[in-house]
C-alpha cells in the first residue's frame, strides 16, 4: 500500500494512478470531508499531530508521498524513521518558507528576483529602499494562490503595508523585486531515486487575481527558449538531490531572461494537462517515483490548454446547455474534483482541451474563457 499525505485533488488523482498501477492507496487528511478519503482503502481523517493516526499509517504503507507542501515537518521527519518519504522532508523544509528557498536556489546560482528577509514589520521600509520600488511583500509561510502578498508602487504604500505586516497571523515575510515579466512558464520534473530525470514540456501560465486560471502546452515560445526553462528546472531539482515530481515556476522577462519564482515538491495544477496530453501523467510519474518504478516517457501527444473552474464558475457553466456543449465539443475534457461547498477561489474542477494544432486548442477553450470572461 502506498500513502499520500493530504487528500484534496491532488491526492485523488494520484489515488486514482496509485490504482491503476496495481496499488493500495491509503490518505491521511486533517478535514473528514475531502474527496481523496472517499477513494482510498485506508482513509485516516486525524490530525497531522495523532500518534494513533501515525501508527495506523505508517504501519500499512511502504511509501508515503503528499500533495501539499505545507504538511508539517516533523511528521515527515517521523514517517522517515520507518519509510520512505518522497520527495524527503528536509526539501518540505527548505520549500516551506519562501525566505529559505530563495536563499537555497541563489546559493546555487538559480537566478531569483532580488529579495530580503523581513523578520518584523519595521524591517520593510530599509528592505524596500535597498529593492527599490514597485516591489512585492510575501508571507514566508502558507502563503498560496497569491494570499499573503502585498505590492509596494512606492514609498507612499509602506505605511499601509506596514501596518497590515502587523496584523497578520504568519510572519516573517520576504521582499522581492516586482518583476515586469513577459509570460509566466512552468515546468515539472520528475526525478528518480537513482538520479533518473524526465523534463515535461515548458508550459505557459496565465494568473486570475494570484489563482492559476489557464495552461498552455506547449508554451507559445521559441523551442529553444523552452529548452533552457527546461534545463533550468531540471538544475533546479538536481541541486535539491529531489525524488519525485517537482513543478518550477518561471518567469519569462522581455530580453529572455529566465527567473524562478518558486518550487513545488509535488504535482501542480499547470501540470494538469499531462492526464489527458500525455503519455504518463504527473499523478502516475509521482506514483512510479514514490514506489521506485522505472519513469515514464512525457512525450505531448498533441497540443493543449487548461482551464479552470474556480468558486462559481461551475454554476456559470452549468448554465443553460453550457455543461452538453461541453461534452459534445470535441477534445473537451472535463475533470469536476467532487468538492462538496463552493467557495470563492476554491478549485472546482479544470476542463482541458485537445486539438491538433496548438491555435485549435487555444480557439476551443475561448469558448469556456468567455463563458467565464477571463481577461
Ligand atoms: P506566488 O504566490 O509567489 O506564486 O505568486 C502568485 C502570482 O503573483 C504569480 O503567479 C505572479 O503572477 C505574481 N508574482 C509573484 N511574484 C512576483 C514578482 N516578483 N514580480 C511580479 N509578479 C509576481
Known amino acids: 500500500m502506498v500513502g499520500v499525505l493530504g487528500g484534496g485533488q491532488l491526492g485523488s488523482m494520484f489515488a486514482v494512478a496509485a490504482r491503476r498501477l496495481g496499488y493500495r492507496v491509503a490518505v491521511w487528511d486533517q478535514d473528514a470531508d475531502v474527496p481523496a478519503l472517499k477513494i482510498a482503502d485506508l482513509p485516516v481523517a486525524a ?14 504503507v511502504s511509501a508515503v508521498t503528499y500533495e501539499w507542501e505545507n504538511i508539517p515537518v516533523a511528521l515527515g521527519e517521523a ?38 528577509p523581513i523578520a518584523a514589520p519595521s524591517d520593510l521600509r530599509a528592505a524596500a529602499e535597498s529593492i527599490g520600488f514597485p516591489c512585492l511583500c510575501k508571507t ?16 507612499q504604500d509602506l505605511a499601509s503595508v506596514q501596518e497590515q505586516l502587523g496584523k497578520q497571523a504568519h510572519s516573517p515575510w520576504v521582499l522581492e523585486q516586482f518583476l515586469a515579466f513577459d509570460k509566466e512558464l512552468s515546468v515539472l520534473v520528475v526525478r528518480g531515486a537513482d538520479g533518473d ?13 494570484g489563482i492559476l486560471r489557464t495552461s498552455r502546452a506547449p508554451a507559445e515560445i521559441d523551442p529553444r527558449l523552452a529548452q533552457r526553462a527546461g534545463d533550468l528546472a531540471a538544475s533546479v531539482v538536481a ?5 519525485g515530481v517537482f513543478c518550477v515556476e518561471l518567469f519569462l522577462m522581455p ?6 519564482n518558486e518550487v513545488a ?33 512525457v512525450r505531448l501527444l498533441c497540443p493543449a490548454v487548461m482551464v479552470n473552474l474556480i468558486g462559481e464558475d461551475l454554476t456559470k457553466v452549468s448554465a443553460g446547455e453550457g455543461l452538453a456543449n461541453l461534452f459534445r465539443q470535441p477534445g473537451a475534457k472535463l475533470h469536476l474534483y467532487g468538492k462538496k461547498s463552493v467557495r470563492p477561489g476554491r478549485k472546482m474542477g479544470h476542463v482541458t482541451f485537445l486539438a491538433e494544432k496548438p491555435a485549435q486548442a ?14
Open 47 to 60: 490530525p497531522f499531530a495523532d500518534p494513533t493516526a501515525l501508527n495506523r499509517f505508517a504501519g500499512s
Open 79 to 116: 514517517l522517515e524513521q520507518r519509510l520512505a518519504v518522497r520527495p524527503a522532508s528536509r526539501i518540505l523544509r527548505i520549500l516551506q518558507n519562501r525566505v529559505e528557498q530563495k536563499q537555497f536556489l541563489a546559493s546555487h546560482n538559480i537566478p531569483v528576483a532580488t529579495f530580503r
Open 140 to 155: 514566508a509561510t502558507h502563503g498560496y494562490d497569491g494570499k499573503g502578498q502585498w505590492r509596494l508602487a512606492g514609498a
Open 197 to 209: 530525470k524526465r523534463v515535461y514540456p515548458t508550459v505557459e501560465n496565465v494568473h486570475e487575481a
Open 239 to 243: 541541486a535539491l538531490e529531489g525524488v
Open 255 to 260: 530580453d529572455g531572461g529566465l527567473f524562478v
Open 265 to 297: 515538491p509535488r504535482p501542480h495544477n499547470s501540470g494538469h494537462y499531462t492526464l489527458d496530453a500525455c503519455t504518463v501523467s504527473q499523478f502516475e510519474q509521482q506514483v512510479r517515483a514514490v514506489c521506485g518504478l522505472p519513469l515514464g516517457e
Open 362 to 375: 487555444w480557439e476551443s477553450a475561448e469558448t469556456l474563457r468567455r463563458v467565464l470572461r477571463c481577461p
